[in-house]
């Protein structure tokens, strides 16, 4: 009997310390707000072509446009009206794109991957001064969960786009 109540007391005391620990909602320290980085490269988007040929549930072009500008705002090197002197001219081509399947992908992986294939011309003056192309995949493995992969991947491959262009100046 006394072993029971022992018992009893132990598992009423975890389960408390549980409960307790999970309905504790936790405050978060608001994040340091950072300036952006300022570069004296200005870079302005002026095109995104969809170069597959094909037409698709999500729109690839503004997709693509938006994460462009905002990987270039993180780096302090988009254009606006009011900046000094003449921006580069920054042209991207979807190349490719699979949006995939969240379904299929932990079962089949080469079936359920989202891809996306770009390339970027950096130009001054009519000149290409940089050119890179990217390609990214999610697959089994790598955001293999992932529900909205076909999102974050144009963030993804943007991020990776202005890197490269960026190394090539």
């Known amino acids: 009997m ?4 022992a018992l009893c007391s132990i598992v009423c005391v975890l389960v408390v310390t549980v409960l307790w620990g999970c309905s504790r909602t936790r405050q978060e320290l608001p994040l340091p707000t950072e300036a ?9 988007v002026v095109d995104v072509s969809n170069d597959t040929r094909e ?11 938006t994460a462009l500008d905002d990987s270039l705002r993180k780096r302090g090197m988009l254009w606006t009206p009011d900046a000094p ?3 580069l001219i920054l042209e ?3 190349l490719k794109y699979e949006e995939g399947s969240v379904w299929l992908r932990p079962i089949l992986p080469m ?4 891809v996306l294939t770009v390339k970027g011309d950096v130009k001054e003056g009519g000149q290409i001064v940089a050119s890179a192309e990217v390609k990214q995949a999610m697959t089994f493995g790598h955001g293999t969960f992932t529900i909205g992969a076909w999102r974050k991947i144009f963030a993804g491959a943007a991020e990776e786009l202005v890197s490269q262009l960026v190394r090539g100046l």
């Open 92 to 94: 991207a081509h979807v």
């Open 85 to 87: 002197g003449l921006p």
């Open 2 to 5: 006394m072993k029971k109540m």
């Open 111 to 114: 079936w359920g991957k989202t």
């Open 55 to 65: 037409l698709y549930e999500v729109d690839v072009i503004g997709m693509m446009w």
């Open 36 to 44: 952006p980085p300022v570069s004296s490269i200005k870079i302005r």
